[in-house]
Nanobody, 116 residues
Framework: QVQLVESGGGLVQPGGSLRLSCAAS????????MGWYRQAPGLEREWVAS???????NYRDSAKGRFTISRDNAKNTIYLQMNSLKPDDTAVYYC??????????WGQGTQVTVSS
């Protein structure tokens, strides 16, 4: 099994920045890729960004140019650097790990609130 723990959320003003972290533990060798999702109140959970085990990154259109996903393999941790935050970015952000031959693992989520 893989356990994921997110951190770094909080309250930030529009235009501000936050960096989210997601630390993986357990059977980390079975992780094929990791990503960030978010869920705003009343809406479905949506994909934000992902990074493969080889370091290839992808972003939803609204995150391109503002968000950067990265990984530190030595720490089994991924990050989401979020700049130029907007109120529409307000959501609970979840970390997800794609596990070879098994269902994905999810973290517990961290709240990001963008408000003046």
């Amino acid at each position: 099994q893989v356990q994921l723990v997110e951190s770094g959320g909080g309250l930030v003003q529009p235009g501000g920045s936050l960096r989210l972290s997601c630390a993986a533990s357990g059977s980390v060798g079975s992780i094929a890729g990791m990503g960030w999702y978010r869920q705003a109140p009343g809406l479905e959970r949506e994909w934000v960004a992902s990074i493969t085990s080889g370091g290839i990154t992808n972003y939803r259109d609204s995150a391109k140019g503002r968000f950067t996903i990265s990984r530190d393999n030595a720490k089994n941790t991924i990050y989401l650097q979020m700049n130029s935050l907007k109120p529409d970015d307000t959501a609970v952000y979840y970390c997800r790990a794609t596990i070879l031959y098994k269902s994905p693992s999810w973290g517990q989520g961290t709240q990001v609130t963008v408000s003046s």
